[in-house]
Each structure stands twice: as C-alpha cells, then as structure tokens.
C-alpha cells in the first residue's frame, strides 16, 4: 500500500464545565464549536485536550478549580469532529478514579479515542494509534502536575506523568509500533508565553526519542514552536502551548487568554511535511476564526516568539 499524506488538526484546552456549561444548557450542544467546526472537521485527524471529566459518578475533589462536565454535553465533541483527546492533565482526576472512568467509558461510547490515561498507569502510558490510509499515527500524552486530592496508585485508573524514564520508555515503544509519533505534554507555567526549562527539557528528551511532533497544553496562553533534531534524520515540531480553545477565563486574565489557534499538520511516513497556524479568537466562552485584524495581530505575536526559539513563521506557516 502506498501511503499518502493524512492531516491533522489540533487544538488546546477543550473545558465542558463553568461558563462553557452555562452557555451550553441556554444554547444546546451545537452551540461551542459551531463556528469552527467547519474547520475541523476537514482534517483526518481533529485531536484536543479534554480539561475535564465527563461524568455523573463522583465528588469533586477539594481544591480551588474542580471539574466536571455532564455526559449530556459530550455530543458536541462528536459534532465537532473530534477523533482523539488527551486525558493526561491536572484535571482529569477531578471527580477521582470513578470519574476517569466514566469519562473513558463515555467517550468510548460516542466512538473517540483518548491518550495518556488508562485503568493504570502503565496502560495510561500506551499509544493510542490511528491508522488513516495506511498510515500509522501514535499518539501518546503525558502531565507534569500530579493530580490534587488525589493518592495515586500505578495499579489503580490513572494518567500518565511525566517521569523521564518512564517517558522515554513509553516513546521508544510507541515509536515502533506507528510510522509518526505525536507526544501532548501538560506542562508550563500559566499565563507565561514562553516555555519554561523544564518544558524545553522534555521536548528534547521527546525528540531525541523520536517524536515527529509535540502539542503542548497548561499555560492557556499561546508560545512558541520551535524545531527539533530527531533521529535517522527526522524533525521534531514543538507546538509548546496551543492555549485555550472551548474555555472561559477568569477576567482578569481575558485578554491574555482569548487568542488562539488551531494547528494543522500534514503528516507523511518521513514525518511532518507541513505545519500551519489558523488565528482563532474565543468569544463568549466559544472559538471562531479570527477576523482579518485580530488574525494579522495573533500572528505578528506568535511570529515573535517563534523567532525567539529560532523559528521562521510566514503568514502562520513554519519554514523548515
């Protein structure tokens, strides 16, 4: 079989609770993605990071922001045509172990796949591949905060944490099982729009262990990409934070946090061919494609801080 191009589209912080909530029971299901979805649903592969659980069983967990997103709501990811999420963040264990698993359970039922969380932890820490026209893509996630009010068991329904080597391990084996590798990471320092040392540390230990491609989540602002060294003569893309997309914020921090984009990459069997940025704005707790001022504005920004990692963007495209 010869295997062609297959693309993929991904985006950051997907939050089916608090004022996403709100707007969802006053307007129905169709109401978050609406405008983008369009979009989306064009790519092969529409991939996000679900900042919730979905679930009727369990107690929120006591600590400052808790999650939890009714199952009812779970339809509008579908209509947005979502084929895989990350589950390997700080919130994901919000209603403990019983709401992982409904969470897993209900996303199974409405035919999506998930990465970075398992009935334990080492089944957290396997790839989830999807093969689009023969090509193999992994998808593996990972999170650098451990989960509050939660007492993590490697036995027990968890995520996947980064540990560097059991991280490495988890991307060795992916990368032999799947003919492109994408890593998401839960990492940074939030509100800051450049990546910290430690994140800079994982995308290296990423790459050298042979992802194509890095999608990073947390800080709910957008930072940079920078272009990484792989083996047998790969390139690691590094996408380190895709910002909010379905989310609400706190007021003071609307401005910072409204900007954001959907990535798209084109993926071949020698890795990524082609990565572009399509400027997004949220606007009443929902994406839509940015206008023409607010698009030429969000990139100049991203152009920015792309340079200072070393990366060229021309009109939202990476220059390899």
């Given at each position: 079989?010869?295997?062609?191009?297959?693309?993929?589209?991904?985006?950051?912080?997907?939050?089916?609770?608090?004022?996403?909530?709100?707007?969802?029971?006053?307007?129905?299901?169709?109401?978050?993605?609406?405008?983008?979805?369009?979009?989306?649903?064009?790519?092969?592969?529409?991939?996000?990071?679900?900042?919730?659980?979905?679930?009727?069983?369990?107690?929120?967990?006591?600590?400052?922001?808790?999650?939890?997103?009714?199952?009812?709501?779970?339809?509008?990811?579908?209509?947005?045509?979502?084929?895989?999420?990350?589950?390997?963040?700080?919130?994901?264990?919000?209603?403990?172990?019983?709401?992982?698993?409904?969470?897993?359970?209900?996303?199974?039922?409405?035919?999506?796949?998930?990465?970075?969380?398992?009935?334990?932890?080492?089944?957290?820490?396997?790839?989830?591949?999807?093969?689009?026209?023969?090509?193999?893509?992994?998808?593996?996630?990972?999170?650098?905060?451990?989960?509050?009010?939660?007492?993590?068991?490697?036995?027990?329904?968890?995520?996947?944490?980064?540990?560097?080597?059991?991280?490495?391990?988890?991307?060795?084996?992916?990368?032999?099982?799947?003919?492109?590798?994408?890593?998401?990471?839960?990492?940074?320092?939030?509100?800051?729009?450049?990546?910290?040392?430690?994140?800079?540390?994982?995308?290296?230990?990423?790459?050298?262990?042979?992802?194509?491609?890095?999608?990073?989540?947390?800080?709910?602002?957008?930072?940079?990409?920078?272009?990484?060294?792989?083996?047998?003569?790969?390139?690691?893309?590094?996408?380190?934070?895709?910002?909010?997309?379905?989310?609400?914020?706190?007021?003071?921090?609307?401005?910072?946090?409204?900007?954001?984009?959907?990535?798209?990459?084109?993926?071949?069997?020698?890795?990524?061919?082609?990565?572009?940025?399509?400027?997004?704005?949220?606007e009443k707790a929902r994406p839509r494609p940015a206008q023409a001022d607010e698009a030429k504005g969000a990139?100049?920004?991203?152009?920015?801080?792309?340079?200072?990692?070393?990366?060229?963007?021309?009109?939202?495209?990476?220059?390899?």
């Amino acid at each position: 079989m010869v295997l062609s191009d297959v693309t993929l589209s991904a985006v950051g912080d997907v939050l089916l609770d608090r004022g996403v909530a709100k707007q969802i029971r006053e307007n129905g299901t169709d109401y978050p993605f609406k405008f983008v979805a369009p979009v989306l649903k064009k790519a092969d592969i529409t991939f996000g990071n679900l900042e919730c659980p979905i679930a009727k069983r369990g107690q929120k967990v006591p600590k400052p922001f808790a999650f939890k997103a009714d199952p009812s709501f779970a339809p509008c990811l579908n209509s947005a045509g979502f084929d895989i999420l990350s589950l390997s963040n700080n919130h994901t264990l919000d209603c403990g172990r019983i709401g992982l698993q409904e969470t897993m359970s209900t996303l199974q039922s409405r035919n999506i796949r998930w990465c970075g969380a398992g009935e334990n932890r080492e089944g957290a820490e396997k790839a989830a591949i999807l093969t689009v026209r023969g090509l193999r893509i992994g998808f593996l996630a990972f999170c650098e905060f451990v989960p509050e009010g939660v007492f993590l068991n490697d036995d027990k329904p968890s995520i996947a944490l980064t540990d560097d080597n059991r991280t490495r391990k988890a991307l060795d084996i992916a990368r032999k099982q799947c003919d492109v590798l994408v890593a998401s990471f839960h990492w940074g320092i939030e509100y800051l729009n450049r990546p910290s040392e430690r994140q800079k540390h994982l995308a290296r230990l990423a790459a050298g262990a042979g992802a194509d491609l890095v999608l990073g989540h947390h800080p709910h602002v957008l930072q940079g990409i920078e272009i990484l060294p792989a083996p047998n003569k790969r390139r690691c893309v590094v996408a380190y934070s895709l910002g909010n997309f379905l989310f609400d914020a706190p007021q003071r921090r609307v401005k910072a946090t409204t900007d954001s984009v959907i990535l798209q990459a084109t993926l071949h069997k020698t890795g990524v061919r082609q990565v572009q940025m399509v400027p997004i704005k949220i606007e009443k707790a929902r994406p839509r494609p940015a206008q023409a001022d607010e698009a030429k504005g969000a990139l100049q920004k991203l152009k920015k801080l792309c340079a200072e990692l070393g990366t060229k963007l021309e009109s939202g495209r990476v220059v390899f």
